[in-house]
């Protein structure tokens, strides 16, 4: 699964931090405009549970978890989409990824820099969308000079493409994301090629001072979460400082650390969970003595589509898939009694696999 997200945001906000925490990379962090250029790419582990307690169950050899990749993105100032600052680098960058994790800052350091002189969440957040906007006014208006020709001469798919780069330019024109636009299952299916970036799902990642992290009385905070619902985006606070410095942590220490703020778990668990959430991606397992393993496919995917990410003759080659619920291996504490109690069940290729399913695929070799 070849997906990723992307951590944008303004000059200095804390996106580097974050990516550091996230991957443990050491990539640059520095209290000036562009410190990041070229973008870095880190591939994480995607927090959860369940492979830990599937692994207590059968005890297998070897425990492999699911993973997510993140791009640290260069930051993007006023007059982006016009070529001002690394703009061109950072909207070339920012198009390749399939989703986005906006950091947005959500505190007060005069010891920080901030590229406007104040800390105001939405204009930051305003100006990042209208820079996107701007660029996919001009990447659309482009194309749509080149099918506009096809259309005039009655080609039906170069007129029913032009009908929807109508909708979302009107959109762009009217200071709105393409998100915004309600597309048909088909025009959803044209629109993607026209590769927007304002099309992208986003997440919102209020970053906080360690000091605020056991507070809710942020009204920084407050702001973004509520200009994000809205757009119906999801948000996660963190304090990124704070999970750089608990990151490096091994992970009993950080449990401990956690428990003392009266945390459960890391804000970056949150983010990547959420990041990958965003993807609309589910997790299914594979369980056994030699190995106990978390796989990735898309929310939809039926059992073939499913088997094919193990291996890619396995889709071609799907016989059935031997299900159980991940609830019933966990309450039961074996597989074979999940079995005993008639709740293993035999599904065919149209069966659409559900996130925590533990799954043996049946394949013609």
Known sequence: MALNCGIVGLPNVGKSTIFNALTKAGAQAANYPFCTIEPNTGVVEVPDERLNRLADVYKPKRTIPTMIEFVDIAGLVKGASQGEGLGNQFLSHIREVDAICHVVRAFQDENITHVHGKVDPIEDITVINYELILADLDSLEKQQQRVAKTAKTGNKEAVEISAVMDKILDALKKGNRASTVELGDEEQKIAKKFNLITIKPVLYVAN???????????????????????????????????????????????????????EKESGLSRMIRASYKLLGLLTFFTAGVEEVRAWTTHQGSTGPVAASVIHSDFEKGYIRAEVMRYEDIDRTGDGAKVKDEGKLRVEGKEYIVQDGDVIYFRVNA
């Open 208 to 262: 906080i001072l360690d000091t605020d992290v056991k507070t809710t009385e942020n009204p920084l905070v407050k702001t973004i979460i509520d200009f994000a619902s809205k757009e119906g985006a999801p948000v996660v606070v963190l304090c990124g400082r704070f999970e750089e410095e608990i990151s490096g942590l091994e992970k009993e220490d950080q449990i401990a650390f956690l428990e003392e703020i009266g």
